[in-house]
């Protein structure tokens, strides 16, 4: 796939300028976008059939497998106010940390592949990891507004959040846009939930963090 629209903080992109590790986590998310290809092809290639008519689930685990894989970013984290203080609220989805001269850089990524409620509720998890003090960056993707015509119904999209980026801009975080290569009636759909999938093991959190 390609970065087709992405916003950076003035934090987050003062915090690329500084701190190596920053930039590491920016360009391994990067990377789990463009190395996002149509199997067999060097390309993104997306059924431009008719509205809806492809699933998001197959996009957002290909990214997190070349995540896992490929730079052993973590799935599921916990956030500690969530799990001890509010009770409420789901992990992050996928999270990694970098060695630094004086500890750990901490980053958070958010998938986007549910309506634009559940979009808010992405952002604002981010936000309150990082208000908590247990995210020092935090990422979040999602499909531009043509892409997202062709995906599962009422799937949120890039163009639909940008108007709330302005709360972002006290926060480290980074918000990508991503769209395919190209549209083709003739490319294989993407199955809708997990049909076609196949099984894998997932890298998560606590599994290995016990």
Known sequence: MKIAKFYISPVADNLMRTCPAA????????QSII???TP???IFILNDTS????????VKERCYQILEEDHLWYREKPLSYFHDDAQKGGPIDVYKEFRTPSGFFRAGLEFETGNISSAHRSMNKLCVGILKGEIDLAMLMMPIKQMSYYLTDRVSNYEELEPYFILLDNYPFVVFGFDAEQYRNQA????KGKDGMSP???RKWQNNHD
């Open 23 to 30: 930039v590491e986590a920016y360009h391994e998310v990067e």
């Open 188 to 191: 294989p759909f993407l199955p």
């Open 200 to 202: 894998r093991t997932k």
């Open 35 to 37: 190395e996002n290809t």
């Open 40 to 42: 067999g092809k060097d």
């Open 51 to 58: 509205k809806n008519c492809n699933g998001v689930v197959p």
